[in-house]
């Protein structure tokens, strides 16, 4: 007599579910090391040194240069190797950027909710609406092209999301009774902000790092793809760039000029998008 | 099969079988050896082991248990409410002649709710905030009766009145939110009553309600009980409700019945050792005061393995090898009850196991008495506003007006309903509430709500250990918190003050590196005492320290609670709506009422002489544990709920719902908080001064007419 009283209801549904969220998060995890493994071993990897001449202009793959050369005879293998330092530096720290800006005003907005939080989330209500890639591309005119502003730029426009993600997690945290237990023990604002609020905002906030740099890679892209980006240093995007003005997307010449660069972009993007898709699953498995 | 198949059947156990054969011909529910596990990813947790229990025909049965005794899943699985997985059932429910375990949902639906009926503890997330109270009901009548939706709805108005709903054609259309809890429970009450069941199942019904209000409900329920004679189980882990409502009893640990028998068997002559511990352990407000309540040791056991042995024998004072070697059966004792003890028939004196010191109270501090903080004329009001256009400025006057002494050594006791302001006031202490007007003075300096090494002085102690805590914490660092905070001493100080708090509040020292889900709800509770004597205070605010654990834990923490004060001399402000647990632990008592004092005086004075009828109302409403102690009551049961403390009534803040409220007279003028005896307080105008003030009790028949209106205009929030 061990019937059971209730059909089962369907719950390892959302334990496959998590299932898939760390199988992604791993995938993620690999593709981003070896990223970045490209990235900082790039000297010895690369053939060639990405900078200097060394062929014919406009040559397709052969033996010695796997993906061919570019229109002043730079090997594109090796472009495309470098182009991982730029491409990853300026996500990783204009997510940095965005992460710090995003953290401390979601973290101020949220435990002081009144008056500077009203100020701060209006101020983050009025980036949030801002045309974002006109406004992208007339900063980064206005301040110049080179890798410091377009850090700043991206950086400055993407702190918005994260501060209210985080903001929403303070905001319950402020009212825990083991935040008010410290103000009853006589403990300053800062003091319950660094120990209780903090350590318990730390892994939210880091998944909406990681967030962000998969958001930051893409902008850059699209700021180098628009011919914005440093032009000392060339990244994924401004390879596209420069496939682009010299019509490599018209000719054969885009199966080694463009689709390479393009496929980085997605796989630095996706990586870094799984990567915080597996740590949010973590976090609230009812995502 | 049968329940006892898995050991070998003793004599006393085969009877126990045939009696039970012989009352089921009338039993309307039959439970036969119903077992509940639950596997979770890393053990699987046995809630159930082996249950058998039979309710007859409008009787009212009582289950009574602590937390994870098993009491609620056995009736949720019951009620087919148990998913499964992760739930494994098995046994047999047979109810009203018709197998449960085997039918299929859908079956099941059309028993519950027209058959069985339920009630649980939380009335506001049972009902549908999105819609109206009588709809729901009306809903609920429909789903299971082939009617018309307009005698659906007068059937849902019918109940409404019925569970004494003041004006039930008005309030119909109401909102929940609009309810107060009381009046949401008696909407429970109703929908579970929709289709006339034969069997109520009660789930904790009273526990997040007020006593007074508590008090409303069990008369309800014990009315329509005997109104309708439909069966009633009323799941609870407290013994004094039981007292008051059940016909039987069956007392649960570790999912296992331990004993059962009628209520009067089970109050007068228990033959387990952890009913009578529980009797003994709780504070009540009908025996002498004793210097240290009886404590149950330890904590209720999480069962993760099948029972072999007797689930209590740890905590148990007859617990010896005997109690390891087999699981024991109820037995019939031959004095009414059933119990599952070896010991049951060396127990003669089942108390005396459970030793009673008696109050002495020689070591009477009042000499040393030292004036530490004094409250002037506080007021914590909150703003709210309502409506569009037009906004008014209304203020929900959580404390409106009081003063209050505090001395070293003593305990100051706070009483009052849920909305009195007593926590209000707690937190205004500790400086989590700023006051609107008032002063707080600590030796003649202001404590006010900013940081700093003022506010070392008061620390608190949180009602519920779970939340005051931050989880990724280790006890070191929880413990250790206010001295960080305040700068004393060296880090190695801190871990040999931490060692020595820890041992003071009964925990070993080597439990620092622990996180706190570690732990159970009543260590939790001394951890949290041990941080908030941490800082070396001189007050500590308790606000409901014990509410949110076990009974049998209580007993443990407020005989802790005393044991430091008496060594260290700590004030404590002691804040609790339970008033037997606040007469155990006060010196002085402050019974609350709307934000204001309504009644002051000495622990003994207030429970041997009340004077204000709020006071007599409250301890009126305080179950007794004991089936012959529901005749002696002082007054009448409260009526109504709490005024909206935003617009308090005019005069007397009490005459709306007092019983000896002269119109006119309480209604116009407002009470003066005045010394009616040397030591003792009162807001009252009928209280006649002297060495022995008594309360002028008027007929009620005068303000009868004077009654109905208020009514309306106090649950009109």
């Not at chain 1, 397709?60 to 472009?79: F, R, Y």
């Not at chain 2, 007593?422 to 007007?437: A, D, N, Q, Y």
């Not at chain 2, 908080?673 to 008594?694: N, T, Y």
């Amino acid at each position: 007599m061990s019937d059971s009283l209730v059909a089962p209801p369907d719950r390892s549904k959302r334990r496959r579910f998590r299932g898939i969220a760390d199988k992604l998060g791993i995938l993620g995890i690999f593709i981003v090391s070896a990223m970045i493994l490209m990235a900082v071993f790039a000297p010895w990897i690369a053939p060639y040194d990405p900078t200097e001449r060394v062929g014919r202009p406009f040559q397709t793959p052969s033996a010695e240069h796997l993906l061919g050369t570019n229109d002043v005879g730079q090997d594109l293998l090796s472009e495309l190797i470098f182009g991982a330092r730029v491409s990853l530096t300026v996500g990783l720290v204009a997510a940095l950027v965005a992460f710090i800006i995003g953290t401390t005003v979601g973290v101020l907005a949220g435990y002081y909710p009144k008056r500077i939080g009203t100020v701060l989330m209006r101020t983050v209500d009025v980036v949030l609406i801002l045309p974002f890639l006109p406004l992208l591309i007339v900063l980064a005119a206005y301040l110049g092209r080179s890798l410091i502003n377009t850090i700043l730029v991206i950086g400055i426009l993407i702190w918005a999301a994260p501060a209210r993600v985080i903001r929403s997690q303070v905001l319950s945290l402020r009212s825990r009774e083991y935040v008010l237990a410290a103000q009853t023990m006589g403990a300053p604002d800062r003091w319950a902000i660094w120990r209780h609020v903090l350590p318990r905002t730390a892994l939210l906030a880091t998944s909406t790092f990681v967030r962000a740099v998969s958001t930051a890679i893409l902008l850059e892209a699209a700021l180098s793809f628009l011919g914005l980006g440093d032009p000392i240093q060339k990244s994924w995007g401004s390879m596209l760039f420069w496939a682009q003005t010299r019509g490599a997307f018209l000719t054969p010449a885009w199966k080694w000029w463009v689709l390479p660069p393009g496929i980085m972009i997605m796989l630095a993007s996706l990586g870094f998008a799984f990567i915080a898709f597996a740590v949010e699953e973590r976090i609230n498995p009812r995502l | 099969m049968t329940p006892a198949s898995s050991v070998g059947l003793t004599d006393a156990e085969s009877s126990v079988a045939d009696r039970r054969r012989v009352e089921s011909d009338e039993a309307l529910l039959q439970i036969e050896d119903l077992r509940v596990s639950f596997e979770g990813r890393d053990e699987t947790v046995h809630a159930v082991n082996g249950v058998s229990l039979a309710v007859k025909r409008g009787e009212v049965f009582a289950v009574v248990g602590e937390s994870g005794s098993g009491k609620s899943v056995s009736m949720l699985s019951v009620m087919g409410l148990l998913e499964s997985p992760p739930a494994r059932i098995s046994g047999s429910i047979v109810f009203n002649g018709i197998e449960l375990t085997t039918l299929s949902r859908r079956q099941m639906k059309s028993i519950r709710g027209s058959e069985i009926g339920m009630v649980f503890q939380d009335p506001m997330s049972s009902l549908n905030p999105v819609h109206p109270v009588g709809k729901q009901i009306a809903e609920s009548v429909l789903l299971h009766r082939d009617v018309s939706r307009k005698a659906a709805k007068a059937r849902a108005l019918d109940l409404l009145d019925r569970v004494g709903i003041p004006d039930a054609g008005k309030r119909a259309d109401d909102f929940p939110h609009e309810f107060s809890g009381g009046m949401r429970q008696r909407a429970m009450v109703a929908m579970a009553l929709a289709c006339d069941p034969k069997l109520l199942i009660a789930d904790e019904p009273t526990t997040a309600l007020d006593v007074t209000v508590q008090r409303q409900i069990v008369t309800l329920v014990n009315e329509l009980q005997a109104e309708s004679n439909m069966a009633v189980i009323w799941i609870t882990h407290d013994l004094g409700v039981v007292a008051e409502i059940a016909d039987r009893v069956a007392v649960m640990y570790a999912g296992r019945l331990m004993e059962t028998g009628t209520a009067d068997s089970i109050y007068s002559s228990t033959r387990h050792p952890y009913t009578s511990g529980l009797l003994r352990s709780i504070p009540r407000l009908d025996t002498p005061l004793v210097e240290r309540l009886p404590e149950i040791p330890g904590s209720p056991p999480h069962v993760t393995t099948l029972l072999a042995s007797c689930p209590f024998h740890q905590r148990c004072p007859l617990g010896e090898s005997g109690c390891t070697d087999s699981l024991p059966e109820l037995e019939d004792t031959g004095k009414g009850t059933m119990t599952a003890c070896i010991h049951h028939r060396a127990m003669d004196a089942p108390g005396s196991i459970w030793p009673i010191e008696e109050l002495s109270r020689s070591d009477d501090k009042s000499s040393e008495l030292r004036h530490l903080v004094a409250i002037e004329g506080l007021k914590v009001h909150f703003p709210i506003s309502r409506g569009g256009f037009r906004r008014k400025r209304l203020a929900v006057r959580a404390v409106d007006g009081i003063d209050l002494d505090i001395h070293s050594g003593k305990t100051v006791g706070i009483v009052g309903e849920s909305g009195s302001g007593k926590s209000t006031l707690g937190r205004t202490l500790v400086g989590l509430e700023t006051p609107t007007e008032g002063s707080i003075l600590i030796d003649g300096k202001p404590l006010d709500t900013s940081s700093g090494a003022h506010r070392r002085r008061v620390q608190m102690v949180f009602q519920d250990p779970y939340s005051s805590m931050n989880p990724g914490q280790k006890v070191f660092e929880i413990v250790s918190e206010p001295m960080r905070i305040h700068k004393i001493g060296t880090p190695d100080q801190h871990h040999q003050r931490v060692a020595e708090l820890l041992q003071m509040v009964g925990l070993r020292p080597d439990v620092i590196d622990r996180y706190p889900h570690e732990f159970s709800g009543g260590q939790r509770q001394r951890i949290a005492i041990a941080r908030a004597l941490a800082a070396d205070p001189e007050v500590v605010v308790c606000d409901e320290p014990v509410s949110a654990l076990d009974v049998s834990v209580q007993a443990q923490i407020i005989n802790l609670l005393r044991d430091i004060q008496k060594r260290t001399d700590l004030a404590l402000v002691f804040i609790a709506h339970d008033l037997s647990v606040v007469r155990q632990i006060s010196d002085e008592m402050n019974v609350m009422y709307l934000g204001q004092v309504v009644e002051r005086a000495s622990r003994d004075d207030i429970f041997d002489n009340p004077l204000h009828p709020y006071t007599r109302a409250l301890l009126a409403a305080v179950p007794v544990p004991d089936p012959h102690g529901k005749e002696a009551r002082l007054s009448p049961p409260l009526e109504g709920d709490l005024p909206n403390p935003a617009d308090p009534p005019t005069g007397c803040r009490f005459h709306t719902r007092c019983p000896v409220a002269v119109p006119g007279l309480c209604s116009e003028k407002v009470p003066e908080f005045r010394e009616v005896a040397p030591g003792r307080w009162a807001s009252c105008h009928l209280i006649e001064e002297g060495d022995k003030p008594i309360l002028k009790i008027q007929k009620r028949e005068t303000e009868e007419e004077n009654n109905e209106p208020t009514q309306d205009e106090e649950t009109n929030q």
